[in-house]
């Protein structure tokens, strides 16, 4: 097993970097270096860019649009795009519904939507988790009854990230109640958001953000064409996709970037009269999370060169990649937030600041750093919790 990039790799790494280093608008790569988490302008603009390339679908085959690269080529470029740090693609799109269609969709859907998804001239949304249905997802219950050529559909998801930013939606629905597996009575079907019937309403996180919604359905009409595959199988859609949202979802690049954007700024910041840099304990504690992040690249490339040989199918290690992955996503924003120390409390900056009229006490990315520190602990429930993906590395990698 080579776990080296090869001289091509390497040339292609360098080519990544450049056209990102070219072509990203100052005033994003901007925003993002202080921080700030892409706006959807932001990450339209720069999808778009991308796909002028020919690399805004990058894990789909050349005959759909995609660049057609290897699985490490795609890490690569994963791995640049967050530790530019520049914008992600629009996950939706591309790593969920984009290998869906290809899969599963029929001619006209694929022509209908797959173009439209590359350059985000659709923003998808997911409507899968339910109030009673998150990592037991089988239990949905939103329903579709068929009447002539089209579902009326009822019921309500909740989790609906950008939800309120999206044009559609796809959904799973309970089309048989009466199924024998509760797997086998649901379908998957694409559903446009304008729609009369769709309400959405915000939930707000512990970040201040609105990213995640409700979702409610009162009899929305959708025509039986815009479902994808067979009546009553969606669990098999379903479940390739889940396996693909996962795939990705360590996010190395971010956390590298967050350990190098620390270690930056560990020169400006002082502890006990010293640049914080030199700090022993602070030191300590950049030298293990650099430690895991090295073995989890590791494991990264170990998974990836088994796919490459053609070893791998569905890799049950990509559970370990998502959880280690997360809980060093975690690791390194938290690290982020600590070098701003006081200065990272956002609240008490914001109302100390309008109490005294003083310009603001803390530094925007000291801010920032917390919010993104607050938002990602969601990292360890979103794409499956990571208690589930213990159970997935207990059974299938470990075969307890
Ligand atoms: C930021 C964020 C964005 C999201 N975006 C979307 C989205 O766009 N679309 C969408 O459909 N969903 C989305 N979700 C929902 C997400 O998929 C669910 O939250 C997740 O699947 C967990 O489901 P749940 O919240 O119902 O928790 P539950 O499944 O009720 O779990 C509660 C707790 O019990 C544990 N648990 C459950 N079952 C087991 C078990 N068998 N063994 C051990 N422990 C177990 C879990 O690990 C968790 O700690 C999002 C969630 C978050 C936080």
Known sequence: MDLSLSPDESAFRDEVRGFIRDQLPDEIGERMRS????????????????????????????EWGGPGWSAVQRMIFLEEIQGAPAPEVNPFNITMLGPVLIQFGSPEQKARFLPRAANLDDWWCQGFSEPGAG????????????EGDEYVVNGQKIWTSTAHQADWCFVL????????????????VLIDMKTPGITVRPIVS???????????FDEVRVPVAMRIGEENKGWDVAKFLLGNERTGIARL?????????????????????????????????????????????????????????????QDPLTAVLKLKGTELLQATTELAMDVGGPLSMPDWADELEALSNE????PVWATEATRSYLFLRAASIYGGTNEIMKNIVSKAVLGL
């Open 206 to 216: 512990i970040d201040g953000s609105h990213h995640l919604n409700e979702v409610f």
């Open 135 to 146: 990592s037991d997802l089988a239990a949905l219950k939103t329903a579709a009854r068929r």
């Open 253 to 313: 690049g971010k956390s590298k970037e967050r350990v190098k954007f620390a270690k930056e700024k560990a020169r400006e910041m002082r502890a006990h009269g010293r640049p914080l840099s030199e700090d022993h304990e602070f030191r300590r504690r950049i030298a293990q999370l650099e430690t895991e992040l090295k073995s989890l690249e590791i494991t990264q490339l170990r998974v990836l060169s088994a796919q490459k040989a053609g070893e791998g199918r």
């Open 35 to 62: 921080g700030h988490s892409a706006r959807k302008a932001d990450i339209v603009a720069w999808q778009r860019i991308l796909n002028k390339k020919g690399w805004a679908a990058y894990s789909w085959p050349e």
């Open 359 to 362: 310009p603001e006490l803390g």
């Open 173 to 188: 629905v309970r089309t048989d109640p009466h199924a024998a597996k509760r797997q086998e009575g649901i379908s998957f």
